[in-house]
């Protein structure tokens, strides 16, 4: 029982996952050309379909890269999918073997032998175009070569009977050939070829061959080669001592014009180092000066606002009637305030922006504490007086 249901999830796998039919249908048209027809045959790397060349109204065969193992079919049954992302690079170098497969068989067609006649890339996977006759197998070709005769014409090899034994015309004309007294035996089969056709390996066929005759200028011709070889030693070498002393005066010129170029290259870095250095020194003056300037505009500017705020201010502070006088010296202020029918001392200090902080009181201890801010022709802030403890608000104007 459990067999069978592992079967059958298997079964249901296959037809979720790797396409019930991986096989392209029949009707299926590629590229605008090929209409196929049926199933031709298969391997493990592609699927050979039985098609039509709708342009030609002729018959072909179809190859189609496809790999059961690692390939699936989408919802439609055209495009080809890879079921894991890890098989990606096998599919891509199984694919580029695929191409040259057709590169091989396009050779074949150069020849005038039947091969590839199309190639091309559709649905993520690679197609090619076979001729095809009803009823024969497609086959690869198998490759045959022909060797050349003296006369230029191919020439096939003998087989083994006509070049093992020879003729009753080549008996006949072997009669008085040194050697021909010799018994016959077979020679080798033909060994690698040559220009002229397959080169038997081993002595000749039909008996030893005659002896050319001896040179007796051997040694003269060895002596000859031997002098030309030292000759040649010689002049090789003239080259290579000349190369070389033409590269070393070549390396010494280069070495000088390098010194060269290398001290005009420091008194240039020094020149400019020099202007970076004076251009340096006279933007830090330009600064400062710039810097005294703003000092000496932002301290008039503070003395003007200082001489605004000297004056007499007049008011009621906590119901009784005052009058402060304020004069300006330096950033301190001092002056006298006349409050409740008497006079006291008035002494403190303002910043730039006219926030004061005084205090009003007679030689013997300070009466009262005030501070504020002066705006325009107005004095207001907050006034402690320390005998009573009030702390209360004011406002005087000038």
Request: charged content about 25%; glycine content about 8%.
């Given at each position: ?26 009707g ?14 298969s ?17 072909v ?9 690692i ?43 039947s091969?590839?006649i199309?190639?091309?890339e ?6 090619y ?114 190369h ?7 390396r ?27 251009a ?40 009784v009637?005052a ?37 009003i ?38």
């Amino acid at each position: 029982m459990r067999v069978g249901r592992w079967f059958d999830l298997k079964k249901i796998y296959n037809n979720k996952y790797m396409g019930a039919n991986i096989k392209l249908k029949a009707g299926t048209v590629l590229e605008g050309r090929y209409r196929i027809d049926g199933s031709h045959s298969s391997d493990r790397t592609s699927f050979t379909y039985k098609a039509t060349h709708l342009a030609f109204n002729k018959q072909v065969l179809v190859k189609e890269f496809f790999m059961e193992k690692i390939n699936r079919r989408d919802k439609n049954g055209t495009q080809v999918l890879v079921n894991k992302s890890s098989d990606k690079e096998l599919f891509k170098k199984k694919k580029e073997a695929f191409r040259m497969e057709a590169n091989a068989l396009s050779k074949n067609h150069k020849n005038g032998r039947s091969g590839l006649i199309d190639y091309f890339e559709a649905n993520n996977t690679s197609y090619y175009v076979m001729d095809y006759a009803e009823g024969n197998e497609y086959v690869d070709d198998e490759v045959i070569e022909v060797l050349p005769s003296s006369s230029g014409n191919p020439s096939p090899q003998p087989d083994a009977a006509t070049r093992l034994t020879p003729s009753a015309d080549d008996a006949t004309q072997l009669s008085g050939h040194p050697g021909a007294d010799q018994p016959y035996a077979p020679y080798p089969p033909y060994g690698p070829p040559t220009p002229y056709g397959p080169a038997p390996y081993g002595p000749a066929p039909y008996g030893p061959a005659p002896e050319p005759p001896k040179n007796n200028n051997k040694k003269l011709i060895a002596f000859c080669l031997s002098l030309l070889v030292a000759l040649l030693l010689i002049f090789l070498i003239y080259l290579i001592v000349d190369h070389n002393k033409n590269a070393e005066l070549e390396r010494q010129r280069a070495i000088n014009d390098s010194i060269r170029i290398k001290a005009s290259e420091d008194s240039i870095n020094r020149a400019i180092e020099e202007a970076k250095q004076a251009a340096a020194q006279a933007e830090l003056e330009r600064q400062q000066a710039e810097a005294a300037r703003l000092a000496a505009e932002r301290q008039a500017a503070e003395a003007a606002r200082l001489r605004s705020a000297t004056g007499v201010y007049t008011g009621t502070i906590y119901g009784v009637r005052a009058r402060l006088s304020l004069n300006q010296n330096g950033t301190s202020l001092s002056g006298s305030y006349n409050g409740n029918g008497r006079q006291y001392s008035v002494w403190g200090s303002v910043d730039g922006g006219l926030n004061f902080d005084i205090y009003i009181g007679t030689d013997y201890e300070t009466d009262s504490h005030v501070t504020g801010t002066i705006t325009g022709r107005k004095m207001s802030g907050w006034w402690e007086e320390y005998l009573t403890g009030n702390y209360y608000s004011f406002s005087l104007t000038r």
